[in-house]
């Protein structure tokens, strides 16, 4: 009777310390499960869900920033991120000439000419930058996951599954760190629940999976990976401290509530938005 007093009290408490963890871990491990499969499974697969992923991820963003005076085109915008985010999979798959996409430039360019023809807008302008943002911030680095999956030339899941494996890493163990033993604020400015020793921990999960990864993920070597690790514990940051001050801007907490206990999609992936042009960067012209 005592034992089972002391476990109920020992539940309340972690749950009081964590009030969101059940749904958090129910929702993350349901699409990670997903996103791991598709990965798994093969390149168009991979492609399909990530497609899905970073239009979801545009939309909602355009969702957030409009205004009755300034509205980004969001069904243009994610149709010219849609397809960038294809011709780039296509291209690297060798499956489309490259010169596809310069057709993205005068679809791009006709967002200033449906601003012409749009009234009850008193600043178009800052409509069709905030279109162009949508596209440059969420398609384009979704674009470039695929730069990393092919950097050896075709499709290899490790190495997309082994970026999102250290996110998730950075994630979790920047999360429980942070809300167990947090009190350094990290960015008090942009988010005052991040600290410096959840960051710590964010990062000492990340380098453990690398070290117990690296036993079975041959596609790169230990410094390749460990390097791969400090950009995703760096901009992975950054990148959270970016969505951070989009939302202070727009004074809203959370993108959206797509994802139960995450928030929205750009909650979930605004660490790799930033860390993916890095990661495909170093992988081009280091590795490849």
Known sequence: MLNRQFTLSKTTSILSKYPDILV????????????????????????????????????????????????????????????????????????LNFDWLLILIPLGMTTFVIKLFQKNETRPFLGTAFTWLGIIYVALPFSMLHYVGFARGSYDFQLVLGCLLLHWAHDVGAYFVGVRFGKTKL?????????????????????????????????????????????????????????????RSLEIKDSGHSIPGHGGFLDRFDGLLISTPFIAAFLKFFIA
């Open 24 to 95: 958090r871990v129910l929702t993350a491990t349901f699409g990670a499960t997903i996103i791991v499969l598709s990965i798994l499974y093969g390149a168009w697969s991979y492609f399909g869900v990530f497609l899905f992923i970073a239009v979801l991820t545009q939309w909602e963003f355009y969702r957030i920033v409009q205004t009755p005076g300034s509205r980004p085109l969001k069904i243009w915008g994610s149709l010219i991120g849609l397809c960038l985010v294809s011709c780039s999979f296509l291209s690297i798959s060798g499956k």
């Open 187 to 247: 960015f008090s400015r942009l988010s005052p629940n991040k600290s410096w020793e959840g960051s710590a921990g964010g990062a000492l999960l990340t380098l453990l999976v690398i070290l117990i990864g690296s036993n079975w993920a041959d596609s790169l070597q230990l410094w390749e990976w460990l390097t791969i690790g400090v950009l995703v514990v760096v901009a992975g940051t950054l990148g959270d401290l970016v969505e951070s001050q989009l939302k």
